[in-house]
């Protein structure tokens, strides 16, 4: 039976404290989630338990450390749905991961006159690891615009792909307009043609049921544990076997090889080979116990229930005199991307605070995007599993509050 989603907030001791003598309000759950307390008990529980470091020792607790840290594997495995659990790499987080395959894929695959396509709608993180792997192999960076409801140009994306393309990277939610994008058209499209795709899902992986890897037909899939109500520090990168499999390694040391000598060196199988030194034992342990919070939900039940939380956001902010709300997609999940005319984004930010009410302001790392709307940035809400109407409502007025307070 499925855990009751009007339940779950009792779980985040966190969210009872106060800010600035007001409850807390948080709404940055695109930055980061708060962690339930099932997760904090697996983070005490190893370092009062387990505390040994993983695939070294021949004793009795690196054992058990070793065999919770590989279940946290399966458990991510599972999630996802990948086929083999050696296809999940644990990396800090999705930055490093989509990093790790701009490295060693570009290494491997990516020559002088050759294309990589990105989009306009990505975070930087998944923008910049491809302009540099082109500036360093002499390739051609390419970028799909996005159109005035903050969807793709996907006739654009079709028209880039070629010979020489290598790669297509992009997002399966915006971090900044909340587009959804619709990956069942656009993985085929680019398969098509015989390139891999590398999706970032660090704003899908807890929201989406659509976390299915081998249904979606990803080639590269990454993700941060801490967005989806896991620790920091910890992140996946799923890979299929036949693309890691041709890929050097990312980094060196202990742990990733197999022989060392003078003459030659080779290197362990998958995961290992780009897992090298002393992994985050304790946080890939509490990233296991995330996934077994999260899976306790019904899928759909919980998208269901967050995209009627953010209609009811969407309503009441367009309800609010002078307020733009960023983006009209078929397609939203999670974000809500405003300003108030005559007020800066970083002021309201600030304001807000004042009432316990936590946004983020700024360009969110996505300067494309807010050079492509002519704004400096925007004040975002992000919704997670555990905000209410009674979120939303506070934060409305909030904002009334502090355009009341202005007007004095």
Request: charged residues 20%; negative net charge.
């Amino acid at each position: 039976m499925s855990k009751s989603i009007s339940s779950a907030r009792a779980d985040f001791p966190l969210l009872f404290t106060t800010v600035n003598d007001h409850p807390l309000v948080y709404l940055d759950n695109a930055a980061t989630t708060q962690k339930p307390q099932v997760v904090l008990d697996a983070l005490q529980s190893y370092y009062s338990n387990l505390n040994s470091n993983v695939h070294r020792g021949n004793h009795t607790l690196a054992a058990r450390a070793t065999d919770a840290f590989e279940e946290a594997r399966s458990k991510v495995a599972r999630y996802i749905n990948a086929a083999n659990p050696y296809e999940v790499i644990f990396t800090r987080g999705t930055t490093e991961s989509i990093n790790l395959v701009a490295f060693s894929f570009g290494e491997a695959f990516v020559h002088a006159g050759d294309e990589i396509i990105v989009t306009e709608l990505e975070h930087h993180s998944n923008y910049v690891p491809w302009y540099q792997l082109c500036q360093r192999k002499g390739a051609h960076f390419r970028v799909v615009p996005f159109d005035a409801n903050g969807e793709l140009d996907l006739e654009a994306l079709k028209a880039m792909l070629n010979e020489k393309t290598r790669l297509v990277a992009l997002n399966q939610v915006s971090n900044s307009l909340g587009t959804v994008n619709p990956l069942d058209k656009i993985i085929p499209m680019v398969h098509a043609v015989g390139v891999p795709v590398l999706v970032d899902a660090a704003q899908a992986v807890q929201h989406l049921p659509e976390h299915d890897v081998q249904a979606l037909d990803a080639d590269f899939y990454a993700f941060s544990g801490h967005k989806m109500y896991a620790p920091m520090g910890i992140g996946v990168l799923y890979g299929k076997e036949k693309w890691l499999e041709q890929m050097p390694p990312y980094q060196s040391g202990g742990e990733m090889i197999d022989q060392v000598t003078s003459q030659l060196i080779t290197f362990a199988a998958l995961p290992y080979k780009f897992e090298a030194g002393t992994p985050n034992v304790a946080d890939a342990i509490g990233l296991g116990a995330a996934v077994d919070y999260l899976s306790q939900f019904e899928p759909f039940e919980l998208q269901a229930y967050e995209e009627e939380l953010l209609v009811y956001g969407m309503e009441q902010l367009r309800a609010i005199p002078g307020l733009t709300l960023y983006g009209n997609p078929r397609k939203r999940s999670s974000i809500l991307p405003f300003n108030v005319e005559g007020i800066q984004h970083y002021d309201m930010g600030i304001l807000l605070d004042n009432y316990g009410i936590a946004v983020r302001t700024g360009q969110h790392c996505t300067q494309p995007i807010m050079d492509a709307l002519h704004i400096s940035g925007t004040v975002r809400a992000s919704l997670a599993l555990y905000n209410t109407r009674e979120d939303i409502d506070a934060l409305v007025q909030g904002i009334h509050r502090v355009l009341k307070m202005l007007k004095r």
